[in-house]
């Protein structure tokens, strides 16, 4: 997301120069710099501070590698434009018009500041409840998907037809099982890793019987799991 931020910077940086080229060659020309008054300075200021404000907040957001705010940084991108090119409209008006009084121009580009910050506090919000609604799905489902990994490289390491074949009814049993866990399921999660391991074992010892018998229960174990998975939705 860094390179949003250097387009951004770039476009900040020519407004930023636009907004002082305009305000100070208009008032030059109509008023001359030994007319202006503290107030044409405070306004002055205080609009630089809201530029850079814009800057700050836009740079907190664009800087983090979040994955998450791919969907986001579109939406604040534009955001950050429009902000952007408002602040420089109320800023040249409120420095090149003298009928505007200084104060006007600080509390629409502070409210524009103000307005984006906010979508930007939004959005990072927005990230990190979706980086933990993930989160807690990847430990939800950890269980299941690391079966479904060991089970594939037992089939591929079965010596034979037969046993292969009850390799392959395993991993499929347990690859398109229900794959979100809870604590009501740790009992019978722990009977088939237990089991798991014992049909492993008789793969890995090429012993037909047991292979047959641990994946017939490994079967029975997991469908019982589903069962209780449909029970607890």
Do not use: H
Request: aromatic share 12%; charged share 20%; hydrophobic share 55%.
């Amino acid at each position: 997301m860094k390179k949003y931020f250097k387009y951004y910077g770039i476009c900040w940086a020519i407004a930023f120069v636009v907004f002082n080229v305009i305000t100070f060659v208009v008032t030059g020309a109509t008023m001359g710099f030994a007319a202006l008054l503290p107030s044409f300075w405070i306004g002055y200021g205080f609009i630089t501070l809201a530029f850079i404000g814009n800057l700050i907040c836009s740079l907190m957001f664009f800087k983090e590698e979040n994955k998450n705010k791919v969907f986001l940084k579109i939406s604040v991108l534009r955001l950050s434009y429009s902000a952007l090119v408002a602040s420089l409209i109320a800023g040249v008006i409120a420095m090149v018009v003298p009928a505007i009084p200084y104060w006007v121009g600080i509390i629409v580009d502070v409210l524009i500041l103000a307005f984006y910050a906010i979508a930007i506090v939004k959005a990072s919000a927005a990230a990190d409840i979706v980086n933990n609604v993930e989160q807690k799905v990847k430990e939800k489902t950890f269980f299941i998907k690391a079966l479904t990994v060991d089970a594939d490289s037992i089939m591929e390491r079965a010596k034979n037809d037969e046993i292969k074949a009850e390799a392959k009814k395993v991993y499929e049993a347990i690859r398109y099982s229900d794959p979100m866990s809870s604590k009501a399921l740790a009992n019978i999660e722990n009977q088939i890793q237990n089991q798991f391991n014992v049909f492993a074992d008789a793969v890995q010892n090429n012993d037909i019987d047991l292979a047959k018998s641990s994946a017939n229960e490994l079967v029975i174990l997991v469908n019982d799991r589903n069962k209780k998975c449909n029970l607890l939705k």
